[in-house]
């Protein structure tokens, strides 16, 4: 069984000028906007590519949780950044990197054994695997 969960976003007008919101089914993001500016220039709103740095983050660390626990570990802590890369390409942009940072307690955990474990989670976390996704498009023209 699969579990769905699902974001929307809204836009109008040209790329520079226009404007969009974004929203989460469990309605955390309600109508937040983003856009050109928010960006590409630092404006307040917010913008896909911090997004999906917070998804990878949340995602990074809920896997961290369960390998931790599958190896007899619980962790105090886990706090995770990740930093992702949008960068000018021949073809337009495109994100070519997501640089995860982590810090966390786990008390029993070696120093060898934490960087096998937080390996893996970077490897077997869902989000991580997105990026491998076939990505299909059912896409509709109102008329």
Not at 5 to 24: D, L, Q
Request: glycine content about 10%; hydrophobic content about 40%.
């Amino acid at each position: 069984m699969a579990i769905k969960k699902f974001g929307t976003a809204h836009w109008e007008g040209p790329i520079k000028e226009g404007k969009g919101t974004v929203s989460t089914e469990s309605q955390a993001l309600n109508q937040q906007p983003y856009g050109f500016n928010t960006r590409f220039e630092g404006k307040p709103g917010t913008n896909p590519e911090e997004l999906l740095g917070a998804a990878h983050a949340a995602c990074f660390s809920m896997a961290l949780s369960l390998i931790l626990g599958d190896a007899g570990l619980t962790a105090k802590s886990i706090d995770t950044k990740a930093e992702v890369s949008l960068n000018k390409a021949a073809d337009g942009f495109e994100i070519d990197a997501i640089a995860l940072t982590l810090k966390a307690d786990v008390p029993g955990a070696s120093k060898e054994q934490f960087e096998e474990l937080a390996n893996k989670a970077k490897t077997g976390c869902p989000v991580s695997k997105l990026f491998k996704a076939t990505i299909t498009l059912d896409a509709t023209l109102v008329a």
